[in-house]
């Protein structure tokens, strides 16, 4: 059935409408992205200053950092930071497949921040034990993180290793699946902070223990890196939330396009119609009033 003037006027206005949201929505991501990125790059700073701690204090005579039982099972937790929104591509689905590649051959728990992430998860046969809602400001941050602490500590008897998966952004509205070892803090771990310089010729003295000191420093060094994914992760998924928006924009103004164009042919195509009309009519009248020769 051909669409008729107030038809294609009603789909014109409701495309008109749903692109002013489009275009609400792309410029609420690009502020987030911002937002998000600046927070990660403020955290670098105090990082760096956290990791200079844990030299100083694992370097002095007697520090021994405690990490658990060695001889416990091999039982891996995941803590993977996806998303409860829609519109973000293949957000999900690329981190899901990337943490089922590395923790396929293992026994996984599960810990997921997003609603949508733990469907692809679940569906792939991986236990997820708990999720959490993903924050929706830097401020809410926080308080994720804190919980997602505590389960962890409640977890710790029962597994080996905690992992860290989340999108990290890079250049561009772009980004990409990556993963960090939080637990064990164990010689690996510590061989990996000896890579690092200490800034001046002589280490500071350490007051109060070493060993004090160190788990005041651990308990931050955990905390930074779980915001610091938590925060990526919302940097990457407003990433993808624009390339999607930018997509649909580009699209409703093509179709925006195609119902303007068929609207003024309709309309053309009317006129037309009453042009013809009063034509026929002028000539019919005006053939009536023709005399008789």
């Not at 991501?29 to 760096?48: F, K, P």
């Not at 990433?239 to 609207?263: C, H, P, T, Y």
């Amino acid at each position: 059935m051909s669409d008729t003037s107030e038809s294609l006027h009603r789909k014109i206005e409701g495309a008109a409408e749903l692109e002013s949201v489009v275009r609400t929505m792309k410029a609420l991501a690009a502020s987030s992205i911002a937002q998000y990125e600046r927070a990660v790059i403020s955290l670098d700073d105090y990082y760096r200053t956290v990791e200079l701690g844990l030299i100083a204090s694992l370097s002095q005579a007697g520090a021994v950092l405690h990490t658990g039982d060695s001889h416990r099972t091999e039982r891996m937790l995941a803590v993977v930071f996806g998303s409860d929104q829609g519109l973000v591509g293949q957000f999900n689905e690329q981190l899901a497949d990337y943490v089922i590649g590395k923790m396929k051959n293992s026994q996984t728990q599960m810990i997921a921040v997003g609603e949508r992430v733990e469907g692809h998860l679940t569906d792939a046969g991986l236990p997820v034990t708990a999720r959490f809602s993903v924050p929706n400001s830097i401020a809410a941050i926080t308080s994720l993180v804190g919980r997602i602490l505590s389960e962890i500590e409640t977890m710790r008897g029962s597994v080996s290793h905690v992992f860290l998966f989340h999108q990290r952004p890079k250049t561009g509205s772009v980004y990409e699946p990556v993963m960090q070892r939080l637990l064990p803090l164990d010689d690996a771990w510590r061989q990996g902070l000896s890579g690092i310089r200490w800034p001046t010729k002589n280490l500071p003295q350490i007051i109060g223990g070493a060993e004090s000191t160190i788990k005041a420093l651990v308990r931050e060094y955990l905390f930074i890196s779980l915001f610091r994914a938590c925060a990526e992760s919302l940097a990457s998924e407003n990433a993808s939330r624009l390339v999607a928006m930018r997509r649909a924009e580009k699209n409703i103004g093509e179709l925006l396009a195609d119902l303007n164009q068929d609207f003024h042919r309709l309309r053309q195509n009317s006129i037309d119609e009453e042009l013809f009309d009063v034509i026929a009519g002028y000539e019919l009248l005006s053939g009536g009033r023709r005399p008789v020769g």
